[in-house]
C-alpha cells in the first residue's frame, strides 16, 4: 500500500492481496487521522465478505472470485477497540451483476483507488445505545 495525506485528502493506493480494512486503518494511524468520511473507492478485489445485521448479530456471506469495486461510502471513527471503518459498497462481476452491502472485509485484487476526507474539528465515536452501536459525532475543544 501506498498513501500520502494532507488536512484536505488522504489517498490511498491499496495493492494485490492486501486487506481493504487493514490499509485504511493503516494509513488513517500514519497520518494522525482518527475520523474521516470515505469520498470514493474504486478497483478490484479478490473477495468481499458482507455482513448483515440483524439487531443482534452480523449474519456473514463471503464472495470470491474477480469482482469490480464500483461504489464505496463509509465513515472512519474510534470504537472501543480502536480505529473503526464502516464501509458499505456496491460491486460489480464480469458478467455485469452487482451485489453490495455493510462490508466485514475485502481482499484487493492488483489494485484500489481510496479516498478519504479527513475530519478535524470533530471526533467520530462508537457507543452503544438502545443495543445498537451508533455514530456519535462530538466537536473538539
Known amino acids: 500500500m501506498q498513501y500520502c495525506g494532507t488536512e484536505e485528502l488522504l489517498a490511498l493506493h491499496i495493492e494485490d492481496g492486501e486487506n481493504l480494512h487493514g490499509c485504511i486503518v493503516t494509513a488513517c494511524q500514519g497520518s494522525n487521522v ?3 468520511v ?3 473507492g474504486l478497483g478490484m478485489i479478490s473477495s468481499v465478505t458482507f455482513g448483515w445485521f440483524t ?4 449474519l456473514k456471506k463471503n464472495y470470491d472470485g474477480t469482482m469490480e469495486l464500483i461504489s464505496l461510502s463509509g465513515d472512519i471513527s474510534f470504537r472501543r477497540d480502536g480505529m473503526y471503518p464502516h464501509l458499505h ?3 460489480s462481476s464480469p458478467d455485469h451483476q452487482v451485489i453490495g452491502g455493510h ?4 481482499i484487493a485484487m492488483r489494485n484500489i483507488e481510496l479516498f478519504l476526507k479527513p475530519i478535524y474539528s470533530q471526533h467520530f465515536n462508537r457507543r452503544d445505545i438502545n443495543a445498537f452501536e451508533a455514530l456519535i459525532p462530538e466537536r473538539r475543544s
Do not use: L, Q, R
Open 34 to 36: 482518527d475520523s474521516a
Open 38 to 40: 470515505v469520498i470514493s
Open 55 to 58: 439487531g443482534k448479530e452480523y
Open 89 to 91: 459498497g456496491v460491486f
Open 103 to 106: 462490508i466485514m472485509e475485502a
